[in-house]
């Protein structure tokens, strides 16, 4: 690396492009969410997906992460102090129960949105196309489990089980509980 200066005096740093690879390859094999999008792309590909890294698996927890840097192992996997400090100040995940639930019957049984990125969105306005999601949902094998995360872990986005966050957070937790797939076509037509 090294530091220019270009005409109107304004400096600036060059990276050799080997440096800047080789630091970039490290970031994404760390990256979890650049292994999953990797893995995706094999298994469309019909390839064998590769295993799953067991760091990918399991988050840390602050207690774990401290002791990675207490020992002083200095690999990508450790985290410095401040990053513990974070970890350690995170919310409680709600739903932690139904939302492992879901994932595992996920790997028997594809659910209805599965691939649709529309599902994951933050904000509904189409109302012609939420129909089309909630439909999809009622004929989901999953609804019950998607449901009964979405009532427990509240999530800020996506849909679930037919329902926008902002329906979510309106039901009850005793309303939700009792809904049937009849009541989630009925919440469709009242909002």
């Known amino acids: 690396m090294e530091w220019r200066v270009d005409e109107g005096g304004q400096r600036y740093r060059v990276v050799e492009e080997s440096v800047l690879l080789a630091w970039w390859r490290d970031r994404m094999n760390a990256s979890p969410v650049h292994f999953y999008r990797m893995r995706a792309k094999a298994i469309e590909r019909g390839e064998t997906p590769p295993p799953v890294p067991e760091r990918f698996t399991k988050r840390p927890t602050a207690a774990s992460t401290a002791s990675q840097v207490s020992e002083g192992q200095d690999d990508s996997d450790s985290h410095s102090e401040a990053v513990t400090a974070l970890l350690a100040d995170l919310p409680v995940f709600h739903g932690h129960a139904e939302h492992a639930a879901l994932v595992a019957a996920m790997e028997t049984e594809p659910p209805g949105c599965d691939g649709l990125e529309v599902f994951t969105h933050d904000r509904f306005d189409d ?33 679930w089980a037919g329902m926008t966050p902002a329906e979510v957070r309106r039901l009850g937790a005793d309303t939700a509980q009792t809904l049937s797939r009849d009541a989630c076509e009925d919440l469709a037509m009242v909002s």
């Open 127 to 159: 109302p012609e196309q939420t129909e089309m999601m909630r439909g999809i949902c009622r004929e989901c094998p999953l609804l019950e489990m998607c449901r009964a995360f979405a009532v427990a872990g509240r999530p800020s986005a996506g849909m």
